[in-house]
């Protein structure tokens, strides 16, 4: 019984010896802090996402897929992402809120039903109707005062937003103009 605990005593010092003091050296501390910080950095660039100038920061990681240039504006693009569908819900309130701060208008419907507008004569608040914060899809106002469009869908079983260029303009009082054909 003595030779067994002498055998786990000198098994317990070799390895005590031998591979603690590699680990030890291997270990480098401000390293494993500098990746660490790295890859926070790295998942946070996941979760924004620049669109028209203004950022956009969401509470889940999303990735984008495609973006296309509109044909009537080649500066302008349309934007779309992939999402974990599970994180749907957070993702579609923090958007909604974001643009809804970002615009004067809130976030918004255009109805061309119920309230016919005449362009270039109609002020925006006329022909907007408000949406709920379940929306899927809204339009709002950007900072460079352009109307753009979000709207989210799922296909195959993938979850996707797209954040495009409005097809309508406005001018400096908010005069809803022609409709702008972008492909």
């Not at 500066?75 to 819900?89: D, R």
Request: glycine share 4%; hydrophobic share 40%.
């Amino acid at each position: 019984m003595k030779k067994i605990f002498n055998v786990i005593g000198i098994c317990a010092l070799m390895s005590y010896l031998f591979i603690f003091p590699s680990c030890k050296e291997s270990y480098d501390e401000e390293e494993l802090l500098s990746d660490i910080e790295k890859k926070k950095i790295e998942l946070e660039k996941e979760k924004t996402f620049v669109f028209a100038g203004d950022t956009f920061h969401l509470p889940a990681r999303i990735t984008q897929i495609d973006s296309s240039n509109s044909f009537c504006e080649p500066k302008e693009v349309n934007l779309t992402y992939s999402f974990n569908a599970s994180n749907k819900e957070a993702i579609m309130h923090s958007l909604f809120d974001l643009t809804s701060k970002l615009s004067d208008f809130g976030n918004f419907e255009l109805d061309r039903g119920e309230k016919f507008f005449i362009y270039g004569d109609t002020p925006l608040k006329d022909a907007k109707i408000d949406v709920s914060d379940d929306a899927t899809r809204w339009y709002y106002v950007g900072s460079n005062g352009k109307i753009y469009y979000v709207f989210f869908y799922e296909l195959l079983g993938e979850s996707y937003f797209v954040i495009t260029n409005g097809s309508f303009q406005i001018d400096e009082d908010y005069i809803m103009q022609w409709p702008i054909l972008c492909f």
